[in-house]
T-cell receptor
Framework: AQTVTQSQPEMSVQEAETVTLSCTYD???????LFWYKQPPSRQMILVIR??????QNATENRFSVNFQKAAKSFSLKISDSQLGDAAMYFC????????????FGQGTRLTINP | DVKVTQSSRYLVKRTGEKVFLECVQD?????MFWYRQDPGLGLRLIYF???????EKGDIPEGYSVSREKKERFSLILESASTNQTSMYLC??????????FGNGTRLTVT
């Protein structure tokens, strides 16, 4: 079975600084998708960024980028120029390509932004 | 914009009660999911459905059942609520190959 591990329960960063959230996963599949979701206090799960495993180029969305290391099964999220609105729970998630569309989630990392 | 609506934001029930959590999506998505969120455990899949009247067990189906009589609606049923089912419940939907869209969650307390 696939598993996703986030080893940092909590992280904090100064406003305008850069922070990296870690995620590792375990799978025997070669084709899959990886995601980072953000959950602010409103509880709404928001898709931050998505990476297809067959693409070597790391995905980027404005201030959010990933470091995807397929061989190491690592998928970290870098947030640049941190803003107060980035404070939230962040979840890493995995989905195999094809078949059932279900996501497997990590335990989550609570990110605090210090003004 | 995709909208996934969960009928209750907060719910308090007594042990042994039958509990229904309702979820409706407005984008004609084939897939619908029920997750449970607990601190330190992340989101865990309870059940999912990829078509009307079709359902599959997720990782933690014990104590739960589901119903999908219409494409837009996916119900989670706790046949006899217990205190260990106190949790946040999140519903999601997706089209095939597309990211999941989530509702705002129902925080259920069983006393």
């Amino acid at each position: 079975a696939q598993t996703v591990t986030q080893s940092q329960p909590e992280m904090s960063v100064q406003e305008a600084e850069t922070v990296t959230l870690s995620c590792t996963y375990d799978t025997s599949e070669s084709d899959y998708y990886l995601f980072w979701y953000k959950q602010p206090p409103s509880r709404q799960m928001i898709l931050v960024i998505r990476q297809e495993a067959y693409k070597q180029q790391n995905a980027t969305e404005n201030r959010f980028s990933v470091n995807f290391q397929k061989a190491a099964k690592s998928f970290s999220l870098k947030i640049s120029d941190s803003q107060l609105g980035d404070a939230a729970m962040y979840f890493c998630a995995y989905r195999r390509s094809g078949g059932a569309q279900k996501l497997v989630f990590g335990q989550g990392t609570r990110l605090t932004i210090n003004p | 914009d995709v909208k996934v609506t969960q009928s209750s934001r907060y719910l308090v029930k007594r042990t042994g009660e039958k509990v229904f959590l309702e979820c409706v999506q407005d984008m004609d998505h084939e897939n619908m999911f029920w997750y449970r969120q607990d601190p330190g455990l992340g989101l865990r899949l309870i059940y999912f459905s990829y078509d009307v009247k079709m359902k599959e067990k997720g990782d933690i189906p014990e104590g739960y059942s589901v119903s999908r009589e219409k494409k837009e609606r996916f119900s989670l049923i706790l046949e006899s609520a217990s205190t260990n089912q106190t949790s946040m419940y999140l519903c999601a939907s997706s089209a095939m190959g597309s990211p999941l869209h989530f509702g705002n969650g129902t925080r259920l307390t069983v006393t």
